[in-house]
């Protein structure tokens, strides 16, 4: 039997992500957990995983382990589902409820969804580098759809986002000495 095994950050979804994040706890016991990564990750029943060699469930694992360690880079646009999304063009003209889902979705990584929803949007217009992006609206339906998205593009926008929280925290300090 052959199994598909994720090569790449972005061969993840979010929704497998955070599935994993979810069980991924320091009181798992290592066989589970060893059983639950390649179900998640490969979509394979954990009744046939608890089949395989032994030798050969840590050799995926470790492979499953590496992907996860890859940094990508920042994307501000990627295709889903034949939708193109684009990254908030212009983060000075957010509106409070969109800072505030933004905020509270990257709170756990079990909303990073809610995040994602907020950050990347729909392209309604495009020419050349310059796109713009449909208005926010908490839809559910849209914020579903995040769950889908590549990991690794999620993950990049994330640590964008850390990063800015990181230079205003420092911005706000030196303004207050």
Do not use: W
Request: aromatic content about 10%; overall charge negative.
């Amino acid at each position: 039997m052959k199994i598909l095994v994720p090569t790449d950050i972005n061969d993840i979804t979010l929704e497998q992500f955070q599935k994993f994040s979810k069980i991924n706890t320091e009181d798992q016991e290592e066989e589970f957990l060893l059983h639950k990564t390649i179900e998640i990750f490969c979509d394979v029943d954990i009744a046939l995983v608890s089949k395989f060699p032994l030798k050969d469930v840590k050799e995926i694992v470790e492979e499953i382990t590496a992907v996860l360690d890859q940094k990508a880079p920042f994307t501000d646009r990627f295709e889903l589902d034949g939708i193109q999304y684009g990254f908030i063009p212009d983060l000075s003209a957010m509106s409070l409820g969109e800072y505030i889902d933004l905020e509270d979705g990257l709170k756990d990584t079990k909303e990073f969804h809610k995040a994602a929803s907020v950050m990347y949007r729909p392209i309604v217009k495009s020419f050349k580098n310059l796109y713009t992006i449909q208005g926010y609206d908490a839809d559910t339906e849209a914020i579903e759809a995040m769950k889908s998205a590549p990991m690794g593009i999620i993950a990049a926008a994330i640590v964008f986002f850390y990063g800015i929280a990181n230079e205003l925290v420092k911005g706000s300090q030196s303004c207050l000495t």
